[in-house]
């Protein structure tokens, strides 16, 4: 017989139809919808990952994976707050490796990149808890010493930074003791701005350290103000020379 559009049972049957029709579709949809999660779930994750390593890269030097500058005189500032409130000291020191020049000049920098490493992980395992070391740049580490009290001589701290390093490494065969020279700055009491206060602690460790290699190398000294004055009219004197 025939139906009508308009009949209750032709309208029941296509109704059914288009249900089935869309529950066949709905399992398609959700395995859909499923991969694109998983896809933007996973992209998230990649660009987090690429963020981290854009940020490590900025604050870490990429040879050693030690602080580089900018996160070592961060944390040296940090430290100098701290300082200000609990009334310990800071150290600082600067560590310059002796003869590395000729290491580079006659092996080449793939032979000084593995030196630099070698001294990197030294130090890391010979520090002791609470101190950082970091890489400046070149075959120039530095090292921040927190808490000190006013019963530590900083002259035995300086000895025992020296003694950290004792590196010997292969190179093409021949073995290469690492030595360097050492610079310890101590921080004062004062009431500097912290950012002015990293930059003296620095510049006055580097002053100590190149006064160790003047003292013939493989020596460690703590700096004293007569050193910056030396310093002073050591350029000084260049300068006139110069005109």
Same mark, same amino acid.
């Given at each position: 017989?025939?139906?009508?559009?308009?009949?209750?049972?032709?309208?029941?049957?296509?109704?059914?139809?288009?249900?089935?029709?869309?529950?066949?579709?709905?399992?398609?949809?959700?395995?859909?919808?499923?991969?694109?999660?998983?896809?933007?779930?996973?992209?998230?994750?990649?660009?987090?990952?690429?963020?981290?390593?854009v940020?490590?890269?900025?604050?870490?030097?990429?040879?050693?994976?030690?602080?580089?500058?900018?996160l070592?005189?961060?944390?040296?500032?940090?430290?100098?707050?701290?300082?200000?409130?609990?009334?310990?000291?800071?150290?600082?020191?600067?560590?310059?490796?002796?003869?590395?020049?000729?290491?580079?000049? @006659? #092996?080449?920098?793939? %032979?000084?990149? *593995?030196? !630099? /490493?070698?001294?990197?992980?030294?130090?890391? &395992? =010979?520090?002791?808890?609470?101190?950082?070391?970091?890489?400046?740049?070149?075959?120039?580490?530095?090292?921040?010493?927190?808490?000190?009290d006013?019963?530590?001589?900083?002259?035995?701290?300086?000895?025992?930074?020296?003694?950290?390093?004792?590196?010997?490494?292969?190179?093409?065969?021949?073995?290469?003791?690492?030595?360097?020279?050492?610079?310890?700055?101590?921080?004062?009491?004062?009431? @500097? #701005?912290?950012?002015? %206060?990293?930059? *003296?602690? !620095? /510049?006055?460790?580097?002053?100590?350290?190149? &006064? =160790?290699?003047?003292?013939?190398?493989?020596?460690?000294?703590?700096?004293r103000?007569?050193?910056?004055?030396?310093?002073?009219?050591?350029?000084?004197?260049?300068?006139?020379l110069?005109?």
């Open positions: 017989a025939f139906l009508s559009p308009f009949d209750p049972v032709c309208w029941n049957r296509d109704r059914s139809e288009r249900l089935f029709g869309f529950l066949e579709v709905l399992p398609q949809t959700g395995i859909a919808v499923g991969m694109v999660i998983v896809l933007l779930e996973e992209e998230r994750a990649s660009a987090i990952h690429r963020a981290h390593q940020q490590h890269l900025a604050y870490h030097d990429p040879l050693t994976g030690l602080p580089n500058r900018a070592f005189a961060d944390r040296v500032g940090h430290a100098l707050r701290r300082s200000g409130v609990s009334g310990a000291r800071v150290g600082l020191a600067m560590v310059d490796l002796d003869g590395f020049k000729a290491i580079n000049d @006659s #092996h080449g920098h793939h %032979a000084g990149d *593995r030196v !630099l /490493r070698s001294v990197a992980d030294q130090l890391t &395992s =010979a520090l002791e808890p609470g101190e950082t070391v970091a890489r400046l740049g070149g075959d120039e580490f530095a090292i921040l010493v927190e808490d000190i006013d019963t530590v001589d900083p002259a035995s701290i300086a000895e025992r930074l020296l003694e950290c390093i004792h590196v010997v490494v292969d190179v093409e065969g021949m073995q290469y003791e690492v030595r360097a020279s050492v610079g310890l700055a101590i921080s004062t009491r004062s009431t @500097s #701005h912290p950012a002015d %206060a990293v930059q *003296r602690l !620095l /510049r006055d460790a580097d002053i100590a350290m190149y &006064s =160790a290699k003047r003292a013939g190398r493989g020596a460690a000294r703590v700096f103000p007569e050193m910056y004055a030396d310093a002073q009219d050591t350029f000084e004197l260049q300068s006139q110069r005109g």
